[in-house]
């Protein structure tokens, strides 16, 4: 085979590297001899960033070897002895060794400047203190440090400290930077096997200690931009710092993750654990979820199809750093107000202290030369001292809300601009310099700098705090020292990013990893949506229950076949949710599993209320493998298939969802819970690919209680029902929830929903596990329809039911109401009478409705007059009509239930009226169990350009 000159040094380069590589790899050699694991690990760490055609490089390593070697071994034969030049044995490797020569040889391999997928990292903004967290080790959030030279946390009392001598390269980059409060000596390196100290500080408080380096892994998911893909274990080095050291820090914070050029901050890490470029992608919420991604992009957020890629929006500036601090500085020139140069004293941005880039610093701080000259013009330009109002600290500019107008950038003020290099401007609109401080001030969000003079050169000129960042992408690139910038479009958010993935990560089996939020779900990963809305929700600041806990939540999805409602909760196989449900059931139970004893409290619970019908009494049976052990059975009850019913053993199962802040998924979360083990010939009539049912009732062995217990959160749950189309929602625990409109690009409604209900007592009745209503009457178009008795709807009540399609209504009931409701429609209109199509008996011609709006078909509201006329629970067209034969028609959805008077009287317990799934679809209801109390609003559907709710 014939080779050229470049074959050879093509060769010779990668064998260069080779040896080169060598010598690292003969410092971990030990460790590998000692530890197969981090033989894997290495091999793995290694091998996963292979991109490159090895044929090649493996033909022209054997090219090189077969040159050299001729040309050597005729060198060399003649001064070998010559028992030698026969056949040399070579002593066999050891496994160790083999694997050395394997990743010393891959490590020589002319890598890509980005051989894996950039690292995706949700951000958090903890809403007391203004500042921003993100999880990377042990679960546990770490606050985020702009100008952060360390990765640090608290560590167990009995952790090992790395083998770091003091004149190593990690020693030298965790000693590069020392905070100017920190006093510690810092030790003297003696010797070369001196350990290395570093000194970790508090940036709020300035408190720094001594610490150990250790080695530490950090779990996180790859992306692609637009995704989280797969789970990566990142390699690092963090500091351990004692616990007093975390003060002043915000709840549950247990270290920093420093963001700074420095050899030891997080960007540097992940790139040389990850393969990845240095720089890294950062986008501040404002509230709910942002995200960082180390690597580079591309970045693309909600709704992608209006935006796509936002790093190709990006402007760019130089970045500025200095020997003697890890700040990220930026090359401003001037301020602009209202496109008008601020008048500022010579060089006081771009020389002495200079404009930097501070995550801890919430708002805008302006040293005293340069703040009151910026806050004198932005007043001037607005020119509305008859909205100004009292100051508010820390702000001293402050106006009445009501008289600012609102526009889709915010309020209508006049912008504020750092003036870069090259005449690029970086804009702050009125979102972003204004703050609302309650629900009627705003006030200009930029502060004066306390505790420096004016031209105080040890001072910045001005440090850009977190509140203007926010819903900016910023990208670091540390590489190039460059910053670009761009405001995310008003239609979108930095927390709009698509958390959501197609398969679960359970949290129970890899208990450090971060909280990546992954959805599971039974098609296509998509966002959760609401009926009409179908658009995804954005997050805001972290929802904590009050007792420690976050809400837990689920999509719900709408059978089209059996108008049943169902949720991924049992990894792939949906469960029917029941409100009525006392237990959890499931058909997928393996043959072996763990049961519950008969005396346990659970199993007693389970027994609370026996299905209707069922044959089958007894609390347990012995157990086949302990003659002597009750193990509790249970009477799982599928009430779709005629009241069927069976016994199983009440076991525990998995089932999974995702913590949540009322806007979307935040991580993932497996839970333990109670259920009963079910035949598969229970699964009758429920939808296709159910494995069972989750009980809604106020039990404790029902869904609600168990996950308020395992997550610590309130024993409520919110509702979303879906009207056909995409994914309804529930959350366990309580709210918020905020919902987005249907305009196109569709826009986050800032209020919370769950504050917007209405309450009503929940009632129970004694040998049932419903919901009833303290209904008094019905009303048909405001007037109150005439029933047979006063006590009508309380003989039997009124109850909440996912098991009817539809409300149905007693026979007693049913007459009178329907005829009021057809007088009415006649009254209103020259609506005219159709063919009755089953189960509805009145339907009319569509073109004689008035309508359909959007809000559905013009035709008299139902009411429900509850709590003795204290409120009222309203149904208007969009759940009262039911568009049947290709919309030429629309029936009246109610229908008449099928049950007959006993001959005594009455009708033997039945309730007046069973509230039925499509009159609850798109309304928010929330079950607070622990107040006895039903909160209701509705969801309204408007056109282009109006609000509409949607959720997730």
């Given amino acids: 085979m014939a080779y050229t000159g470049r074959h050879l040094v093509g060769a010779r380069q990668i064998r260069t590297r080779v040896q080169r590589d060598a010598l690292l ?121 702009l100008a952060g030279p360390l990765l640090w946390s608290t560590c167990a009392a009995d952790h090992l400290p790395a083998a770091f001598t003091c004149n190593s390269t990690a020693c030298t980059d965790a000693n590069a930077y020392r905070a100017p409060t920190c006093h510690i000596a810092g030790h003297h390196c003696k010797t070369t096997t001196t350990k290395c100290k570093a000194y970790p500080y508090n940036p709020i408080t300035g408190k720094c200690a001594a610490a150990n380096l250790v080695h530490t892994r950090l779990v996180a998911n790859t992306t692609d931009g637009k995704t989280p893909l797969q789970q990566v274990s990142v390699r690092a080095v963090a500091a351990c710092a004692p616990p007093s050291i975390l003060a002043s820090m915000p709840k549950d914070v247990t270290g920093v993750a420093g963001l700074s050029a420095a050899g030891l901050a997080l960007p540097a890490q992940v790139a040389a654990s990850q393969g990845v470029a240095r720089k890294f992608l950062l986008c501040l919420p404002r509230r709910g979820e942002g995200v960082a991604i180390f690597g580079g992009g591309p970045l693309f957020l909600l709704p992608e199809s209006s935006m796509g890629d936002l790093t190709t929006a990006l402007a760019f500036t130089r970045l500025v750093t200095r020997k003697d601090n890890p700040l990220y500085y930026i090359p401003v020139e001037a301020i602009a107000v209202n496109n008008a140069p601020v008048t500022l004293p010579a060089n006081v941005l771009a020389g002495g202290g200079g404009v930097v880039l501070c995550s801890r610093v919430s708002y805008t701080m302006l040293r005293p030369d340069v703040y009151r000259p910026v806050v004198d013009a932005f007043e001037r330009a607005l020119a509305r001292s008859d909205a100004k109002v009292s100051a508010a600290a820390p702000f001293e500019l402050c106006y009445k809300s009501s008289m600012l107008g609102n526009t889709r950038l915010g309020y209508a003020v006049p912008d504020v601009a750092l003036v870069l290099e090259g005449g690029k401007s970086w804009t702050f609109t009125g979102s972003s310099s204004m703050v609302d401080v309650d629900g009627q001030t705003a006030c200009f969000a930029f502060v004066e700098m306390k505790g420096v003079k004016s031209g105080d050169p040890s001072a910045a000129g001005a440090v850009v705090g977190g509140f203007q960042m926010e819903d900016h992408l910023l990208q670091f690139d540390i590489e190039k020292m460059q910053l670009g910038f761009a405001k995310v479009p008003f239609f979108s958010a930095c927390s709009n990013f698509n958390f959501t993935k197609t398969q679960l990560h359970s949290s129970s089996s890899r208990p450090h990893q971060l909280g990546m939020p992954t959805m599971p779900r039974s098609k296509a990963a998509r966002p959760l949506a609401v009926a009409f809305c179908l658009a995804v929700c954005t997050l805001a600041a972290a929802a904590t229950a009050p007792n420690g806990g976050k809400p837990l939540v689920t999509p719900i999805t709408k059978d089209a076949s059996t108008s049943l409602y169902t949720s991924p909760l049992k990894a792939t196989h949906p469960l029917v949710l029941d409100l009525s449900g006392p237990l959890i059931w499931t058909s997928t139970c393996p043959p072996k599993h763990p049961t519950l004893q008969c005396h346990h409290s659970d199993c007693a619970h389970a027994h609370s209320y026996h299905p209707p019908g069922c044959p089958r009494t007894g609390y347990g049976v012995a157990d086949e493998e302990d003659r002597f052990r009750c193990k509790c059975t249970a009477h799982p009850y599928n009430p779709f298939a005629g009241d069927k019913s069976a016994t199983g053993d009440l076991t525990r199962v998995t089932l999974s969802a995702n913590a949540t802040d009322g806007h979307n998924p935040l991580r993932p979360v497996s839970f333990t819970a109670v259920a009963a083990c079910a035949p598969p010939s229970l699964l009758a009539n429920l939808p296709a690919g159910a494995a069972g049912v989750a009980g809604l009732a106020a039990s404790r062995v029902a869904l609600p209680a168990q996950v308020a217990r395992e997550e610590k959160v309130p024993d409520k749950f919110l509702l979303c029902l879906p009207r056909s189309s995409g994914d309804g929602v529930a959350i366990f625990g309580g709210g918020p929830l905020f919902l987005m409109t249907v305009t196109a690009p569709p826009v986050e409604v800032e209020t919370d929903f769950a504050s917007s209900l209405t309450y009503t007592p929940l009632l129970s009745r004694r040998g049932s596990s419903s919901y009833y209503l303290p209904v008094n009457a019905i009303a048909v178009d405001k007037e109150q329809v005439k029933l047979p008795a006063a006590d009508t709807l309380a003989a039997g009540g009124v109850v909440l039911s996912t098991r009817a399609p539809y409300t149905a209504l007693r026979p007693d009931v049913y007459r009178p109401f329907v005829d009021a409701f057809d007088k009415a429609l006649k009254s209103q209109s020259n609506s005219k009478r159709v063919a009755a199509v089953a189960p509805f008996e009145l339907c009319y011609d569509s073109k004689t409705l008035p309508g359909p709006t959007r809000i559905g078909w013009l035709v008299p509201d139902i009411v429900l007059v509850l709590d003795g006329g204290k409120t009222n629970w309203t149904f208007g067209g969009l759940n009262t009509m039911v568009d049947v034969n290709g919309f030429t028609a629309a029936c009246f959805g109610f229908v008449e239930m099928k049950v007959k008077p006993e001959k005594k009287g009455g009708y033997g317990g039945a309730p007046a009226v069973e509230i039925g799934g499509f009159q609850m679809e798109d309304h928010v209801l929330q079950f607070d169990l622990e107040k006895r109390q039903l909160g209701f609003a509705r969801t309204q559907r408007t056109g282009d350009g109006d609000r509409s709710l949607g959720g997730l």
Avoid: F
């Fill in 25 to 145: 790899a003969t410092s971990v050699h030990a460790s590998v001899d000692r530890s197969p694991s981090l033989i894997a690990m290495v091999a793995g760490s290694l091998l996963h960033c292979v991109t490159i055609e090895m044929s090649e490089i493996c033909d022209r390593l054997a090219l090189y070897n077969k040159h050299e070697h001729r040309s050597r071994d005729a060198s060399t034969a003649s001064h070998r002895p010559a028992h030698q030049r026969s056949t040399m044995k070579m002593p066999r490797p050891s496994p160790a060794n083999l694997l050395l020569l394997l990743a010393t040889s891959l490590l020589a391999l002319p890598w890509p400047a980005s051989c894996g997928n950039p690292v995706l990292i949700p951000v958090a903004k903890e809403p007391a203190t203004s500042l921003y967290t993100i999880l990377i080790r042990d679960g546990a959030p770490h606050l985020v440090d």
